[in-house]
């Protein structure tokens, strides 16, 4: 059997084949989910945006031009979304100069209770010390860290979802990853907590 | 290399490096073994990021993408298309309608609760001298403003030279 490549089910996508897309949707609501759930980490609002960036996919098919990757142009949506979200969120909430909340801490993104309390329990310790380590890096070393690692993109890739160099990506990375590597120490020393 | 170009090492670990420069990388790990240990570092970290689950879609999440495509559909239709064109046109004739009836009822409601200067407002009551030399009430004024800006422009209609040339129903 013939597996149709994105390419060509977004060119049928884009000539009103609603199974096409129907297809991509398969195929990237998990991946898409999961990453919208780690740039934001609330659930309801992750799942409300991937539909929304496969909605504005939807919408824009006729400018899809086959010239860039579907995925890339994929992510670049979500990627902008993600973003806007964390800003909106970061609007609501007072904040000192330093980017932190007045209480302290960093700032957290969304503060759904149900969500947080579904989390909790699904959540081991360690996943919780990582998420709040990935959580607290600037945005764009967020987004590379969360595309490199477990989106599982090259940084040529990366580069081209955030619009940015290759060495820039390059260098987003190896500062987040440094500042990972302090900040979970225990974790990477062999896993004792 | 320099033990102390650590973003090289990094990007060695995550083989981001051209094969020439990690060959010079490689080498040096063979004979330092403090790099090898943080290149270990690295390594263990990538390893200790996969304890960071995250959750799956609902089972509805196609559905309600459908959903929102489909309301996009249709709003797009009914702005753009010939049946959103019909329902604009009977949304904006409804509009208008509720507005005369709006302004009709004001308009009553108006006349009703001046009844004590009403003297001015009826014409089938007589007008005696002494109140038509009052002062006409604010609002009452601005009323008689409008009616006569309705009058000057049914005499313009009325007296149009140019609908006078028009041929008439009844010519032969």
């Known amino acids: ?193 | 290399m320099k033990c102390n170009d650590r973003e090289k090492l990094f990007l060695y670990v995550h083989q981001m490096l051209q094969s020439d420069e990690a060959e010079v990388v490689r080498r040096h790990l063979a004979g330092c073994a403090d790099c090898a240990r943080l290149a270990n570092k690295y390594r263990g970290l990538d390893a200790a990021l996969d304890d960071w689950s995250a959750i799956e879609p609902s089972p509805w999440f196609d559905a309600k993408v459908r959903a929102r495509i489909a309301a996009s559909d249709q709003k797009k239709r009914g702005l753009f298309g010939f049946g959103g064109v019909r329902a604009l046109a009977a949304g904006m004739a409804a509009l208008a309608l509720i507005v005369a009836l709006v302004v009709v009822f004001s308009h009553r409601g108006v006349v009703e609760n001046q009844q004590p200067v009403a003297v001015t407002a009826s014409p089938h009551q007589p007008v005696s001298a002494e109140a038509a030399r009052q002062p006409l009430p604010a609002e009452e004024q601005l009323r008689m403003d409008e009616n006569l800006r309705v009058l000057e422009d049914y005499e313009v209609v009325a007296n149009f030279d140019a609908l006078s040339e028009l041929p008439q129903a009844n010519d032969d």
Not at chain 1, 44 to 63: G, I, N, P, S
Not at chain 1, 151 to 180: H, N
């Open chain 1, 1 to 193: 059997m013939v597996v149709d490549s994105d390419l060509d089910l977004m060119l049928r996508v884009r000539q009103g084949d609603a199974a096409s897309f129907d297809e991509l949707l398969r195929r990237y609501r998990l991946p898409l989910v999961k990453y919208f759930c780690r740039m934001v980490r609330d659930q309801a609002l992750a799942e409300d945006l991937a539909q929304e960036a496969f909605l504005r996919v939807y919408k824009a098919r006729h400018r899809y031009r086959p010239d860039a990757r579907f995925t890339t142009w994929l992510y670049r949506i979500a990627t902008n979304l993600a973003f806007n979200a964390i800003r909106d969120a970061r609007g609501r909430r007072p904040q000192g100069g330093d980017g932190r909340a007045e209480d302290g801490e960093m700032p957290r993104e969304f503060v759904d209770p149900k969500a947080s309390i579904e989390q909790a329990l699904i959540e081991t310790e360690r996943g919780r010390m990582i998420r709040e380590a990935i959580e607290a890096l600037p945005e764009n070393q967020r987004a590379a860290v969360i595309l490199h690692k477990y989106q599982e993109m090259d940084y040529r890739q990366i580069a081209a979802v955030l619009k940015v160099s290759e060495s820039a990506v390059k260098s987003l990375l190896f500062r987040a990853y440094e500042t990972l590597r302090v900040r979970l120490e225990p974790l990477v020393r062999g896993g004792q907590l």
